[in-house]
């Protein structure tokens, strides 16, 4: 079965730091661009961040640059998303996403017209 699995969520104090990882079962992320997304109560899905399949690109939203960082280590078969200065804004579902066609970056974390999807896993940031 193809699939995508994130892990590394859970509730951490404002100004915390968490790692999300995502891996895939029955594929190989090498040949897809991956993008991390994420959704709050009552919010619509958004990108948050995206990673290119090999030259290291990467994009932020406003909203997490400067405290996120996503990388990916293929022959690992992992990506990962580092999450630093957490706030209490940050809670949602964390979503892992692959796709195999070539994106540009703020455009891919723009659209969920993305290919295979994670369950999520869920992050709270609360005191």
């Known amino acids: 079965q193809l699939q995508l699995v994130e892990s590394g969520g859970g509730l951490v104090q404002p100004g915390g730091s968490l790692r999300l990882n995502c891996t895939a079962s029955?594929?190989?992320?090498?040949?897809?661009?991956i993008g991390w997304f994420r959704q709050a109560p009552g919010k619509e899905r958004e990108g948050i961040s995206c990673i290119s399949r090999s030259d290291g690109s990467t994009y932020y939203s406003d909203s997490v640059k400067g405290r996120f960082t996503i990388s990916r280590d293929n022959a690992k078969n992992m990506v990962y998303l580092q999450m630093n200065n957490l706030r209490p804004e940050d809670t949602a579902v964390y979503y892992c996403?692959?796709?195999?066609?070539?994106?540009?970056?703020?455009?891919?974390?723009?659209?969920?017209?993305?290919?295979?999807w994670g369950q999520g896993t869920l992050v709270t940031v609360s005191s």
């Open positions: 996403t692959a796709d195999g066609g070539s994106w540009y970056l703020p455009a891919m974390c723009a659209t969920t017209h993305l290919e295979r």
């Open positions: 029955g594929f190989t992320l090498d040949r897809y661009f």
